[in-house]
């Protein structure tokens, strides 16, 4: 009988056992659905408003740049009324410099647009005013030309996501008049291309 209680005591010790060893699963959960709920949130942001010019428009339309060709301090918002395309780059990435390519021959078959406006911002935060320039004069790129600031780098991946950052998917978008962006789908993009998704735009009153 003492032997029965023995082996009783000994089974009930074992599920005890088991059941203390399953709460370290049932605890790292919490941690897991943590991160999906975060990621979630971080999928259904809303673009930033906060400081926006008017008509809503994203903040970073309201930060001053500085043209390298020029010395000319403007805004995006400076532009309103007419059609302006954005590429986001690099000095260093060679991807950029065929795009940038691609972009001056846009210019030449728009040469006689007064509404159409074409701005390279450069998005690495270890580039300056200085290496922008060179590569610019050194290619003979005549268009706008500037460095982003923290703010604008961190508003322009927020809005539009990483790939906005990453300078060799060479990133364009096109703002048209009323202030309402359209994204175009990475990769170079020739300037018939370009002028094919610009044309809607710039015929829109």
Known sequence: MKKNHAIINILGLFIFGLSACA???????????????????LETLEPSTTDSTEMGLPAWFSQELKDVNTGMVFKISDFKEKVILVE???????????????IAKLKSQLADREDFVSIGIDIDPNENESLLSSHVKKNGFDWVFAIASKTVIDEIGSLY?????????????????????????????????????????LDAD
Request: glycine letters at 4%; a negative charge; aromatic letters at 6%.
């Open 88 to 102: 986001t780059l690099a000095v260093w990435c060679p991807k950029c410099l065929s795009q940038q390519k691609e």
């Open 161 to 201: 996501g990483a790939q906005y950052l990453n300078p060799t998917a060479t990133p364009i978008l096109i703002i048209d008049r009323q202030g309402t962006q359209h994204l175009l789908p990475f990769g170079i993009k020739s300037a018939e291309e370009l002028q094919k998704a610009i044309q809607p735009f």
């Open 23 to 41: 709460v370290p699963e049932k605890a790292e959960k919490p941690e897991v659905n943590a991160e999906i709920t975060v990621t979630e949130n």
